[in-house]
């Protein structure tokens, strides 16, 4: 075996690996023609045409809408204001929303800036997404939702979760931002709760840019939606009422031009994404102190490969083994994940008292992320390059147990 480049040995591959993207001439023709309209927006703040926004948007979320099997499909100018959108429309007086310490921390910003109070649950060591048992243990009388996350490109378990939130007269939120076509149960993630969706910032597996999608079967909560992203101050006819505060989180008509063509490749990239995974996953499984979890249920989209590695030694640990991955040139993983909670503003402001036992050890300890959108690996050098760096840097570990 030779030397691994951390010990000053050849690394295995010195060009970066090509970046992933998916922009291609599709989108490029897409924007040429609404260029030519010279309408990159057909917004109305009022009642009457324009105000469910322009052509390009309009159809854009009926593609969504019928891709997702869902009823309304109500995009946005970022997932961050998607949040935002559908915890207001939810019209909770103030009160507490249980969500993941394991994802980034918009998820737990829109619950603060649709004025709640965020409370932290555990996550579930196998698929990293809130424990439906920490989740009961946290309710309380000021307790009005539950906010998912699908991370990773996995789900939550949703059937514990809907039955503890019926079992507590609470609604579900789902955040599937990094899980687009992935599916729980044989539905796709996002559209089990009350309301959901996904982001389309330029990380995602097919992106706008920026930009997200709101899914609900809900009519009202659809409706709210609509309002709260266009300043909110028109009056629709509408058997709902509605006294909400607005934003302008509209999408533009060039985002959703790009979206249309994206959302047309995504079956084909989900399937590059899945085999790189099985591909990673197969490797892995041939070592002991290495795994990859399987949740039960899921069918899994790896935005990121999730992987938990025991720390072998004091010198054999997770950050010597990301630098070792780093120096033969794979430089899409790195050790841990994230802890919303133990983040400034959160700790000053929304102290969580009890540790999040299986969050804190994850992040410091275990887990790397193989961040899966980062690099193409779509030719078959790119492929034995990334499987010949993992396996030369686990052998050596592997001697050495
Ligand atoms: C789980 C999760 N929630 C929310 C967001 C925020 O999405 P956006 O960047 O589109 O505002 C992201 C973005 O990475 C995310 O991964």
Redesign the pocket.
Known sequence: MSELAINGGEPIRSDEFTKYNTIGPEEKNAVAKVMDTGVLSAYFGKAGNGFLGGEKVQEFERSWADYFDIKHAITVN????G?VTMVSAMGFEDGEIITSPW??C??AAAIVHAGHTPIFADIDPIDFCLDPVDVERKITKKTRAILA?D?HGGSAKMDELLAVAKANNLKVIS?A??SPGGKYKNKYTGTLADIGGF???Y??HIHTG???VIVTNDDELAFKCQLIRNHAEAYIPSPFEASLVGHNFRMGEIEAAIGNEQLKKLDSVLVERKKIAKEVTELVSKYQFMSIPMPQNVEHVYYVIPIVFSNINKKLNRNWLISALHAEGLRNVYGGFANVHKLPYFQKNFPTNENLAIAENMHQNEFVCFQNCMYALDETSQQSDLLNIIEKVLNYIAKRI
Do not use: F, R
């Open positions: 970022s997932w961050t204001s949040l994802t980034m918009a998820t996350v991370i955040d931002a990094q982001s389309l910032n990380h995602k920026e930009g997200g």
